[in-house]
């Protein structure tokens, strides 16, 4: 740095008017003058790049005059070295004491007009130029007594010596100021640069006033010849700082109230009036001793009360803090809330362009279903053992939060890959274990959906993916993650292509009902009809009802088709009544989905549906699967109402479900439909089959029906009845028919009959 170049020839050249007589001490002013220069030109910079922070702006390019004002003084000081000979380099004439006093006064200005960071402004400018003035008279007092005291040769110099200890006085105001600054913390400066900046006014006014201390070394002679190198280079590195953090926001850290300058200032002051005091003895000894006391008693009364003050303002400051918690987390967990991940994303994500990141929602599986059967108490406890759990499986700098409801937040900073994905798996791992709450053992699973962070990536879009994934993962089934990929994109695509023809398929008679037959075991007699939806569309042919089902479930049109599905079966079998008699299937069968069973006035539509047709309510079966019911509520009580109707109900797919036969009792089903899955392991010593043994035992105990689906072959069939199954429904029966086949069979059979 060239100015630590200049302040190195200052020193170098001080040394060499010392001890060669020869060199005329006026040189010395003159690296004085370029290091003032420079730091005016970096003042100049350093203004220009601090852009939007008009703060620092403004404190540099003020900042520029001062050197320029120290600069004038010295070309005062050099004019009359070189005109005369004679001069002591002490004292100043009054036109460059003006000017280096306007240099001080100019620094304290600018510090004064300072916006500050705090409301109380007049109060705080108030309160620095009291201590302003401490400092300036106690400078002043001991300047005095320094100069008239230990360095009696002075006296020669008459009333010059008044402008310079004023000089030093000011100086050491300004030095002061800066450090008020930088311990309040004044219109957001960086603290170390306004540090810097006192420390510079305090090494250029002590500068002055060290000069009689080595006036005997050679007369002209003056110890700003250096210090005035020295203040510059301590400025500029003030300078060069906010140069390197511009544009970077200070940091906001709690402020220190009280100041101890008043205290140092009187505490000298004191010792200095009994050294007088000492020296006079007396009465002025007495009356010095009286005052000591008085001002260390006042000082002491303030302490305390400060003291106190503090205290107060520290409990005012922990209630602050716990407000800003409360702000920021959720009661319940003590998780970040949605806030403050949302704001901790944001920043991980501006930070990231060098360090990799993800970001996973978990979503736990069905715990509506646990708040609505065992209330809101248990669903509570279950979440904080979540979040503790969540909170074990991630290091210390990740962040979990509960973004409400059941749905959790992970952001993990420096992750990606299989890093991530491994923080995943522990987690499914960890929520595995039962949950114990409030007296339930509880299982829990949760879909997680995992993204990661990309260049300059927004926020809400990386949510979204992660929301995309979250419910991928919940499709695939439950309990496990999915991450996020193109491939999910397209597949989001199709499915919102899907929802779109679903809409008009409707109106456009797209959709036709199949039937197949529910029979008596052994001999196949048909008992019973399900009604099976199919959807041809126009464009692409045949979609499958496990595609497009689920879809009309999320996007509610499953609300107006499954009222269609619902009078269409029903004059269907009304029908079939007319024409076959006694012949005709003795039951239809209605698959009804939870959304359906969610919609209030669904009992009415059956009410009217059956007003409609004339079926005899008795010989309807609504087929509903566990889940749906499982989750309780209003599913619930549209099925009792259904029931005071005198609709039978079947629980469908049971045993995939939750299985818990608790809700046996709580809900009013006639028929357990057996899952196919457990049909297929009838044959071995499976699992499946002690299940579907024991299941045929619970219904007979319960006075339930039980139908076993998805039987395809003779085996099977038989090994059902021989466990005592008495209803079957599959493949080897019956394919589901249309209809006309439907039609053609029941003609055979009448005509057999
Ligand atoms: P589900 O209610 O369990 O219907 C039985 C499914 O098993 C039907 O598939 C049927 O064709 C099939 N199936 C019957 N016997 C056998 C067999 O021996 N082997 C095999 N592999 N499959 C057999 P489908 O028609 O594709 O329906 C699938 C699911 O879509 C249904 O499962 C039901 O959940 C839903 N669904 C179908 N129609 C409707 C409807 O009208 N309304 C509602 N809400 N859902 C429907
Ligand atoms: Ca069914
Ligand atoms: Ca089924």
Redesign the pocket.
């Known amino acids: 740095m060239a100015m630590a170049g200049v302040l190195a020839i200052s020193v170098g050249l001080f040394l060499l008017t010392v001890y060669v007589p020869a060199v005329p001490p006026w040189v010395n002013w003159l690296p004085s003058m370029a290091s003032c220069l420079m730091l005016a030109r970096a003042s100049w910079r350093t203004a220009k790049v601090c852009g939007r922070d008009r703060v620092a702006r403004r404190l540099w390019r003020d900042l520029t005059v001062v050197p320029l004002l120290v600069m004038l003084g010295v070309v005062g000081d050099l004019r009359r070295a070189v005109v005369d000979p004679t001069f002591d380099g002490v004292t100043h004439d009054i036109p460059t004491a003006v000017l280096y006093g306007l240099s001080i006064l100019s620094l304290i200005w600018m510090l004064v007009r300072l916006p500050t960071a705090q409301r109380r402004e007049i109060n705080h400018t108030a309160r620095f130029a009291l201590d302003a003035a401490t400092v300036g008279i106690t400078t002043g007092i001991f300047a005095w007594y320094a100069i008239t005291h230990a360095f009696g040769s002075v006296e020669a110099a008459g009333p010059n010596v008044v402008p310079m200890v004023v000089l030093a006085a000011l100086g050491l105001c300004g030095s002061l100021a800066f450090v008020k600054v930088s311990m309040i913390g004044m219109g957001g400066l960086d603290r170390v640069i306004t540090r810097l900046l006192a420390l510079a006014a305090a090494v250029g006014a002590a500068g002055g006033g060290l000069t009689p201390l080595i006036f005997d070394l050679r007369p002209g002679l003056s110890s700003s010849h250096v210090t005035i190198s020295a203040t510059m280079l301590v400025a500029a590195f003030a300078a060069d700082r906010q140069r390197r953090i511009a544009g970077v926001p200070p940091e906001v850290r709690p402020r220190r109230r009280s100041s101890l300058v008043p205290y140092v200032a009187v505490a000298a002051t004191d010792g200095l009036l009994l050294f007088v005091g000492t020296a006079a003895g007396g009465i002025f000894l007495v009356v010095a001793i009286a005052a000591v006391l008085l001002t260390a008693l006042v000082a002491l009364r303030q302490v305390h009360a400060l003291l106190e003050n503090d205290r107060l303002l520290r409990r005012v400051d922990a209630g602050q803090a716990q407000l800003a918690h409360r702000a920021n987390h959720d009661h319940l967990t003590d998780l970040a809330n949605r806030t403050l991940f949302e704001q901790r994303t944001r920043e991980a994500l501006a930070g990231s362009d060098r360090r990799a990141m993800s970001l996973a929602l978990i979503d736990l599986d069905d715990f509506k279903a646990i708040n609505d059967r065992l209330g809101h108490a248990v669903g509570d406890a279950l979440l904080v053992v979540v979040a503790a759990r969540l909170r074990e499986c991630v290091r210390g700098d990740d962040l979990v939060a509960r973004l409400g409801g059941d749905e959790f937040g992970l952001l993990l900073d420096g992750l990606r890959g299989t890093e991530a994905t491994e923080v995943l798996d522990r987690i499914t791992e960890a929520l595995r274990r039962p949950v114990h709450a409030l007296g339930y053992d509880l299982l829990v699973s949760a879909s997680v959906g995992l993204a990661e962070g990309w260049a300059d990536a927004e926020p809400q879009e990386l949510l979204r993916r992660a929301d995309l994934a979250m419910y991928a993962a919940k499709e695939r089934g439950k309990g496990r993650h999915a991450v996020y990929d193109a491939e999910l994109e397209k597949h989001q695509a199709a499915d919102a292509e899907l929802g779109a023809a679903l809409r008009t398929a409707l109106d456009n008679d797209e959709f036709t009902?199949?039937y197949?037959p529910i029979v008596r075991l052994p001999d196949g007699h048909w008992t019973g009809m399900?009604?099976?939806?199919?959807w041809h569309r126009p464009d692409r042919g045949f979609v499958?009802?496990?595609t497009f089902?689920p879809i009309a479930?999320r996007t509610g049109l499953?609300v107006p088709?499954?009222d269609w599905?619902l009078r269409t079966a029903l004059r269907q079998a009304a029908e079939w009544d007319r024409t076959y008699g006694a012949a005709a299937p003795r039951e239809i069968g209605?698959?009804?989905?939870a959304r359906?069973l969610r919609e209030p006035g669904f009992a009415g539509d059956v009410k009217e549906a059956l007003a409609e047709t004339g079926f005899d309510p008795e010989r309807v079966v609504v087929?509903v699967?566990e889940t749906a019911v499982f989750d309780g509520g209003v599913a619930l009580d549209t099925l009792q109402n259904l029931v005071g109707l005198g609709v039978k109900v079947a629980l469908?797919?049971f045993g995939t479900g939750h299985s818990s036969l608790g809700l046996l009792r709580t809900c009013p089903a006639d028929t357990l439909?057996v899952?196919?899955s457990f049909v297929d392991g009838i044959g071995g010593r499976s699992e499946e089959a002690v299940i579907a043994t024991a299941m045929i035992q619970i219904t007979n105990g319960l006075h339930l029906q039980a139908v076993a689906?998805?039987?395809?072959t003779a085996e099977q069939a038989e090994t059902l009845y021989r466990l005592g199954y008495r209803f079957a429904?599959?493949?080897?029966f019956s394919?589901?028919l249309s209809p006309q086949q439907v039609a053609s069979h029941l003609d055979g059979a009448t005509v057999a009959a």
């Open positions: 009902l199949v197949q399900e009604t099976l939806v199919r499958g009802p496990d089902i479930e499953i088709l499954g599905i209605i698959n009804v989905s359906q087929e699967t469908d797919d439909k899952d196919k689906e998805g039987v395809e429904q599959g493949y080897h394919r589901p």
